[in-house]
């Protein structure tokens, strides 16, 4: 089944030296509870001349464990950390997205589709263990997640990486407030920064520096 969701996130960015004193901290503090610690694989798709970056999408399909789900993201806003943009979701098997799965409201009118699908291929991926929390604050529900793992891209036969070290807040049900509320004891305890920037477009800069080389 295809699903459709708002995707309210606040997205930090936290010190590597820091991982293991949030896990503890985050097993005593009030209003959390874990959930699980998973390793996640992202797959992230585009064809050779970047026609999903220019329509402000990004593809990627998702795996944990043996479960597959392929996921589309429009470019939404951000503002001070916080991500508002839709989520298009649908299981999948197979290792290359069908686009045909997704609502054909996602794409412009002049767009070609099934062009995209042919030249779709896998430009970079991302490789991380995510530790996860469900938190119950003021009426509102919410996701607290810890992710610990890098971005990685051999396109054209040069080899990249970048770190993850994140810290994301989503928003499940309620006021987007109650994020900034208890993100902000957080931010201060563990020195996290505010970030702007998704793994999905660490991911494309990856791709402009192996051009560049």
Not at 87 to 110: M, Q, R, S, T, V
Not at 164 to 171: A, D, G, R, T
Request: hydrophobic content about 35%; aromatic content about 8%; overall charge neutral.
């Amino acid at each position: 089944m295809n699903k459709e969701h708002k995707e309210v996130e606040l997205k930090l960015t936290i010190p590597k030296d820091k991982h293991k004193g949030f896990i503890e901290f985050m097993g005593v503090v009030n209003h959390a509870v874990f959930v699980k610690r998973e390793q996640l694989k992202n797959d992230y798709f585009d064809t050779s001349s970047l026609q999903l970056s220019r329509l402000k999408v990004g593809l990627r399909i998702r795996q944990a464990d043996s479960y597959k789900e392929q996921t589309l993201k429009t470019a939404g806003e951000v503002c001070d950390g916080m991500h508002v943009r839709h989520e298009y979701n649908h299981a999948i098997e197979g290792n290359i997205p069908k686009l045909d799965l997704f609502p054909n409201l996602i794409w412009p009118d002049n767009c070609d589709v099934k062009r995209i699908q042919q030249a779709l291929i896998c430009l970079f991926n991302t490789n991380f263990i995510r530790h996860t929390w469900r938190v119950e604050l003021d009426g509102s529900q919410f996701e607290v997640v810890l992710d610990d793992g890098e971005v990685a891209s051999d396109f054209s036969g040069v080899e990249r990486k970048i770190p993850i070290s994140e810290v994301e807040l989503e928003l499940i049900s309620g006021d987007s407030e109650a994020l900034v509320k208890f993100a902000q004891p957080l931010i201060d305890r563990f020195k996290l920064e505010k970030c702007e920037i998704s793994k999905a477009q660490r991911g494309y800069g990856l791709l402009e520096k192996s051009h560049k080389k």
